[in-house]
């Protein structure tokens, strides 16, 4: 008994050494400073290899009475992130005219000079690109915590002097393995213009492989600096980030190297192939097989026989577009984002597959466009095709014609109230909707019935928030469906769509095992670094 009870508090012992050994071990705040400076100047010279698709979408608002704040007007950039000369190419503006028409009293030109407005918002991708280190910055602990499944220090970051120039005054979330910055959320403390407007952003960065971590997605909102409350926005944006990875339109050649175009088509095949190379259209893959579906629905609903039979893809790009490359439907990641539902999806298909039954479709000049010069030859808002609105017109009637013989047809409530939207926010909204997914809103009115039928009294319809449906991964450019049921924002006459909305990205750390374990988010951890 007495030798059981030794042996019992020597391993007490034991394991109480073992355990204050463990804690000796984990670094302290001063060292997790350390390594996080250390880590994020490495981070800006990683940066540079990298040559991604970076997209600025900016809407400006005005206050309004009943809804606080409208938007007024909406800007487009687009372009590949080229941080080796110090810039993005983007497409020039048409002429000078424009281009301050582009800006004029609507913010833009107050934050950033008007010839490099999406270089703006790209320095967003760092905290602080000149001096980001204990010399110009205070760092207070705040606690551990999860972003989807990566565990993080929670930092306060503030700068010491305002010696002039724009200094990071926020919060940033630090993964606890390389110590990389992976979120970091604030404000320009110093600016010389700050008594004017307050310029806040949101700024994520993602695992697209093991302990590189790239910028993938930007919120940013400029508020009257007057405002304390920040009710009054200037405008506010988004910033997305794909294509970091090696192109993978030259990794399918087992596959593509057997594959033939039908006759009368090779032009349509030779446009995709130069779409993907450039970086905007996805590779193939699961949303291609959902779209498929349902066109393949309303087909054999119709009794349609069409040869070559038809193909679906996805644009990269969020602006709402819907368009035909010969016997190839291609519909925008942010379009299929905002659908309200399967039935508004099967509208927008009916309508492309009218103009392929028609044969009025695109297809030489898309295998002449080189894509891959596009952002620096081009000014690029959307897809530049001409519109016929006769055309447009026949398609519309024959779409609704495909939808009424279709298992859609007691289901296009919404649908018609979503293309109403469409048309009453087309002019607000121009660098958003496309002008061919406008020229599809009077189906609205030829679904009247359906509308009337269907919508609730109050005529509400359901709109998802721009990222909520479709996930896009920015290393391989792929894009799936969100596995989470997103937050639906249901609006009413009384409510603006399609607004900006700042979102929540689930990180997930990359390594040769896969993802590592789900963890649960928390507020406070015991095993905090010690002071």
């Not at 006759?263 to 095949?269: I, K, R, S």
């Not at 017109?393 to 293309?419: C, H």
Request: charged content about 20%; hydrophobic content about 40%.
């Amino acid at each position: 008994m007495l030798i059981l009870r030794r042996i019992l508090i020597m391993t007490a012992i034991i394991s109480s050494l073992r355990g204050n050994a463990t804690w000796a071990q984990q670094p302290s705040v001063d060292q997790v400073v350390d390594r996080i400076v250390q880590r994020e100047n490495e981070e800006v010279g990683t940066l540079q290899q990298y040559h991604p698709i970076i997209e600025t979408y900016v809407q400006d608002m005005r206050a309004d009475q009943e809804l606080g704040t409208t938007p007024i007007t909406d800007h487009y950039f687009l372009g590949r992130m080229m941080l080796t000369e110090g810039s993005v190419q983007h497409p020039p503006e048409v002429d000078k005219k424009e281009r301050s028409k582009s800006v004029k009293q609507e913010g833009l030109s107050r934050l950033f000079n008007k010839e490099t407005v999406a270089d703006g918002f790209l320095s967003l991708i760092y905290v602080d690109s000149n001096g980001f280190d204990r010399q110009h910055y205070r760092f207070d602990y705040v606690r551990r915590e999860f972003l989807g499944e990566v565990r993080c220090f929670v930092f306060d970051v503030s700068p010491l002097e305002e010696k002039g120039g724009d200094h990071f005054l926020g919060r940033i979330w630090v993964e606890d393995q390389d110590y990389t910055i992976v979120r970091f959320n604030g404000t320009n403390a110093s600016a010389e213009h700050s008594k004017a407007y307050r310029l806040h952003c949101d700024s994520w960065r993602m695992n697209v492989v093991p302990r590189v971590w790239v910028p993938a997605y930007i919120y940013s909102v400029e508020s009257d600096a007057s405002d304390k409350l920040s009710n009054y926005i200037r405008f506010q944006a988004q910033t997305l980030f794909w294509g970091y990875g090696p192109n993978n339109s030259s990794t399918e050649f087992s596959s593509t190297a057997e594959s033939q175009a039908a006759p009368g088509h090779e032009n349509e095949a030779v446009g995709l192939d130069r779409l993907q190379a450039a970086g905007l259209l996805a590779p193939t893959g699961p949303v291609d097989k959902v779209l498929y579906t349902i066109a393949n629905n309303l087909a054999v609903s119709n009794n349609l026989d069409i040869e070559p039979d038809v193909a679906c893809r996805v644009l990269l790009t969020t602006t709402l577009e819907a368009f035909t490359i010969g016997h190839t439907i291609l519909v925008s990641r942010g379009l299929l984002d905002v659908l309200p539902d399967e039935a508004s999806l099967a509208m927008v298909l009916a309508h492309e597959l009218a103009h392929i039954l028609s044969g009025q479709t695109l297809s030489d000049q898309w295998a002449v466009r080189d894509w891959s010069v596009f952002m620096v030859k081009d000014r690029f808002n959307h897809f530049g095709f001409p519109i016929n609105a006769g055309v447009e017109e026949t398609a519309n009637a024959k779409a609704v014609q495909l939808l009424q013989g279709s298992p859609y047809k007691d289901k296009l409530g919404n649908s018609g109230l979503f293309m109403q939207m469409i048309g009453s926010q087309a002019q607000s909204l121009p660098s958003l909707i496309s002008q061919h997914l406008r020229s599809q809103a009077p189906i609205a009115n030829r679904l009247s019935a359906a509308v009337s039928t269907n919508a609730s009294k109050d005529q509400s319809i359901t709109v998802l928030p721009m990222g909520s449906r479709i996930e896009l991964n920015p290393w391989t450019s792929q894009i799936d469906l969100v596995k989470s049921k997103p937050n639906a924002l249901v609006s009413t006459r009384k409510r603006q769509d399609l607004l900006i909305n700042p979102s929540m990205l689930h990180l997930v750390r990359q390594t040769t095992g896969g993802p590592v374990q789900q963890g649960k988010s928390v507020s406070d951890d015991p095993n905090k670094p010690r002071q």
